[in-house]
């Protein structure tokens, strides 16, 4: 792609960031001649987006910053009927006041990444409930359905790979197709929005929508899929051993976001300072050459840089100086994450795995054993050795905390409240 006209796809492209693209001469055409208004959707599933979403909302301040317009597109009348793409059950289907709630919190993770308001290339933020809750039935079965055949939706990954695993897929979720090109063709009506992204598992739908413009309105419409994110290791990026690595600083705190991008693999630190950071190629190439332990500055870049976007400067600066004294100084430092247990439960004695469990640092009991036999576990930078150890009152140092740790990247403070 070297002879790209647009910055946006040149950027796009330089970084890594595109898979599949419907048509790359029309839409880099589009590009370099004006403003382009492009958008990407998000179910309100949870009650905030993660890392797996990253590199969508990158894509979408890239957009921004090359002298576009971003349309975030919250889910709130698809969520009702949930994805069926890459899972082999149904999704928990949640209320309508579930899906508000949702949707208010991941609001707040955009207003990190864009630039919102009324101007040419503002970000704008809508929810398709606005349309999809007030279509008729009968009406909408006739005007969208004669412009999709069971024949071709039966060839989609979402569908197929469900059949083929003798995995049942409702009606409802056979639809969700549907409706996702109907988004599309609804937001070239009424924003004149010509472009749609997202993962590569969004292929066939970003395509229907395509079409379906294509035959409704006779619209010039693109569609654009980033790479599915793998670590060098072979596993799908988004996971960390507690879980989903979560946006919202309510639920994942900046000192815990800063230490998963710190701890990724030295094959994929070039790769994610272009993906996730703002550092120039130039500057990404210096650091790609770091070996040795002078991977470990690069490493602490990327953390400082990825967190910065996420959480803010000073959040980014006060995770680094936090690991910086747990782990270059040995301290105790205040901006460890921290959990709280009542003084009679130190006084009846809290079962070491248990308090484990409720710091996160191991999914269950059995986790929690095996990280202690491991000699995975410490207290206060001590081995726990023992699984059936109590932790009391006099596990406390003189500013009453304890640190439980596992491994030696990941420490949980735990105070009397």
């Excluded at 330089?14 to 880099?28: P, S």
């Excluded at 970003?206 to 419409?221: K, W």
Aim: charged share 25%; aromatic share 8%.
């Amino acid at each position: 792609m070297s002879d790209l006209r647009s910055e946006f796809l040149r950027t796009l492209s330089a970084r890594g960031f595109i898979h599949q693209c419907t048509d790359v001469e029309g839409l880099d055409k589009l590009a370099s001649e004006g403003v382009v208004t492009a958008y990407i959707g998000y179910d309100c599933t949870a009650d905030s987006l993660h890392i797996g979403h990253l590199v969508s909302i990158m894509m979408l301040r890239l957009l921004q910053r090359t002298g576009h317009k971003p349309v975030v597109l919250m889910g709130g009348g698809t969520t009702k009927i949930g994805d069926p793409t890459g899972r082999d059950d149904s999704r928990k289907m949640l209320t309508d006041e579930q899906i508000a709630a949702n949707m208010a919190s991941i609001k707040r993770v955009f207003g990190q990444f864009l630039t919102f308001g009324d101007g040419p290339t503002d970000a704008v933020m809508v929810n398709n409930a606005d349309w999809l809750e007030k279509l008729e039935y009968i009406t909408f079965l006739r005007d969208m359905g004669v412009h999709f055949t069971i024949n071709r939706m039966l060839t989609f990954d979402s569908v197929k790979l469900r059949l083929e695993r003798e995995q049942p897929m409702t009606f409802l979720e056979f639809n969700y197709m549907i409706l996702q090109a109907y988004d599309f063709l609804e937001l070239f009506r009424r924003a004149g929005c010509r472009l749609q992204m997202g993962g590569s598992d969004q292929w066939g739908n970003i395509v229907n929508g395509v079409e379906l413009g294509r035959r409704v309105e006779q619209a010039s419409l693109f569609g654009l899929t980033t790479p599915l994110i793998m670590t060098s290791s072979g596993v799908k990026m988004g996971k960390s051993q507690g879980g989903a690595v979560w946006l919202n600083a309510d639920r994942l705190s900046s000192y815990d976001y800063w230490q998963f991008w710190r701890n990724t693999e030295d094959g994929d630190v070039g790769r994610f300072l272009k993906l996730f950071t703002e550092l120039s190629l130039e500057e990404i190439a210096e650091l790609e050459k770091l070996e040795g332990a002078g991977i470990n500055e690069a490493k602490k870049r990327l953390a400082f840089e990825a967190t910065k976007l996420a959480h803010g400067e000073a959040a980014a600066l006060e995770a680094a100086e936090t690991a910086r004294r747990t782990f270059e100084q040995g301290a105790m430092a205040e901006g460890l994450p921290t959990i709280e247990v009542t003084s009679g439960d130190l006084a009846a004695g809290i079962p070491v795995v248990d308090l484990l469990v409720r710091a996160e640092l191991a999914a269950s009991k059995g986790e929690a054993r095996r990280l202690i036999k491991g000699n995975g576990a410490r207290l206060n930078d001590e081995p726990i050795g023992d699984e059936a150890r109590a932790v009391t009152a006099a596990d406390l140092n003189v500013d009453g905390v304890l640190k439980l740790s596992a491994g030696k990247k990941r420490h949980v403070l735990v105070k009397v409240g």
